[in-house]
């Protein structure tokens, strides 16, 4: 019977572990998903149909913006990608100091995973602590039968 009840909470807790995961990939197929490693004060930049590289050489239609194809030869129109040599990516970083990296570094899965990894983390070491005391407190109720 108590093994039965511990199988229980661990599976509920690993499953609970797992919505940060869930929340943090949903996006609604009815909005228009955000340029990947755009610096919000570039946004309205990138907003119009053609846009123009930053620096004069060329213009590019808004549906050419991280198709990992290099049109720029700064890079604008691939910040979400490592199609560009010289490129730099705006990294967010949710929960922590956002910074730009190079782009050889993009899609490595580090940028916005820290906020993942500390809040798994607090949830998996608030679960152990629960649990100890709750053992605790049953063994003390055993002892004072």
């Not at 755009?38 to 050419?64: A, M, N, W």
């Amino acid at each position: 019977m108590e093994h039965g009840h511990d199988r229980r909470f661990l599976t509920l807790s690993f499953c609970i572990s797992f919505i940060p995961f869930l929340f943090s990939s949903y996006a609604s197929p009815f909005s228009n998903p955000p340029l990947l490693g755009i610096h919000p004060l570039d946004e309205k930049y990138f907003q119009p149909e053609v846009i123009k590289c930053k620096d004069g050489s060329k213009s590019f239609t808004r549906d050419r913006v991280n198709d990992d194809f290099c049109d720029c030869l700064d890079g604008t129109d691939e910040p979400g990608t490592s199609a560009c040599p010289a490129g730099k990516f705006y990294c967010r970083n949710v929960g922590s100091i956002p910074r730009f990296i190079f782009s050889s570094r993009v899609n490595d899965r580090f940028c916005g995973l820290k906020v993942i990894i500390i809040l798994q983390a607090v949830l998996i070491g608030s679960v152990v602590v629960f649990r100890i005391f709750h053992r605790r407190a049953r063994s003390k109720k055993r002892r004072l039968r």
